[in-house]
């Protein structure tokens, strides 16, 4: 049971050994104990970063620090990192791991941690929270083993700005749509203050350290991560640089921008904000700051931006609240519905080669980048879901494997948002039109002129529906299913399922 009421708070069991107060600071060791040779375990997860962590703040406060990474496919399941977020946390250990020397470690977290704790005799342990189904069970584990060894075990908030716990509605319970959910966010007042960079005394006893390769976490057979490597900086630094050049280039006017995917106007921080080497209360204060600093000349678009790091806390919420999130439909009724199950539909979706060139062009620029543009996500998963009729998870995963930012919660979410099975989806019944998302998203079809090149030559009028020309060019697919076929498909398949009542 987690009684933390606030980001602000360490995040502690209730009976925990934690201390209260702010952010970790009453966490500070007496001078005496520093001297102990025995290091405290700095448990590194998705937090790979320095500055604004409260976990590492803290561990540092306490004594000697032994960094840890440990690589588990185990507890996780089925949901072990997919191809591009190992690519990328490979990188991003490589950075944090020339600032803060890390052990790394593979296998079940707890089974290794227990051994570490073996092997080194810490007098604490110290991590950030995971919110994923799996992960309570885990870190329960953990600290059971903690408190029967005498090593005292400190669970700490970080990755989200608000506990999924402190936000409730007048009834106590978690909140199922959004827009009350954010208005909660608002009305909880001033994010916590950020945290400087700790002063770090690193443990110099001995430990086994193997290399960071040994994780094995770079594709080989093929190679296919070079063109990742062109679009991405991976590590706290570059998470940084994006904010700022966002803060820079994007934010003025993101609140009309961000639909737009063939312009710049998105942060592009949701994988660093995934791996956490930028806090949310980073990007956040950034961004207020930025707004006050206008005068309100920024208000529209840097409210809008701070909207959106909700959602992302709203998925959280409900994966917290509904551990069965990623792969059942929160409204019951969905489970019944007549998904076909056709893998060959699925693999030209997979391989963007569906006829539509908007859809396309979104599952091309994901294989080549590792990223595709929200309003195109939309577009490529309501084609997958309602003009295909495949199963909302077969997407799901396939952007698990895909994306750079592949979340357990967001991609949830906001697959069921599309599929119009989550808390506050939209409606099944509305379905997008790939032509007309097109044409008034990406009017003069630079985006897919940049990721379809058999269309670069196509005028603006041509370029969201080919077939439509006197003469189609040959070397792009004819549309694989016809767009009013298809909706009236999908809206007779919607009306055989019988509304339930739900949670
Ligand atoms: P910005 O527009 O700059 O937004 C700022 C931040 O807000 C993002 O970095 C992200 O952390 C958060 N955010 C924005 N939109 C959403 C949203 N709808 N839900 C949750 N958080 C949001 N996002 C992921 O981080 N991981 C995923 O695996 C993921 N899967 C998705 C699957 C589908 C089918 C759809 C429709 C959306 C998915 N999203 C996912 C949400 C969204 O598309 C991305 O967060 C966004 O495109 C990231 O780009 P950005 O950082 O430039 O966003």
Known sequence: IWDSNSALQPATWGGWRCPKGGGGERHSTPKS??????????????????????ALSAAAAAGPVLPVYILDDETPGDWRWGGASRWWLHRSLEKLNISLPLVFRRGRADEVLAALIEEVKPQGLYFTRDYAPWAGALEERIKNHCDSHGVACHRYGGFLLHEPESIRNGSGEFFKVYTPYSRACFAKGPIRALKPVPEIQHWQGNVQRPALADLKLLPTKPDWSNTLEEHWTPGEAGAQQRLFDFMDHGLHGYATGRDRPDQAHVSRLSAHFHWGEISPHQAWHAVERAMHEAEGKLDRDGEKFLKEVLWREFSYSLIHHVPSFPTKPFRREFEDFPWTDDRDALRRWQRGETGYPIVDAGLRELWATGIMHNRVRMVVAS???????????????WFWDTLVDADIAANAASWQWVAGCGADAAPYFRIFNPVLQGLKFDPDGAYVRRWVPELSSLSNGDIHKPWEMAVPPRNYAKPMVDHGMARDRALAAFKTIKRVENP
Request: zero cysteines.
């Open 33 to 54: 104990r520093l001297k102990l040779v025995q290091p405290v375990i700095m448990w590194f997860r998705q937090d790979l970063r320095l500055s604004d962590h409260p």
């Open 383 to 397: 084609f997958l879901i309602k003009h295909l009729l495949v199963p909302w998870q077969d997407g799901e995963r």
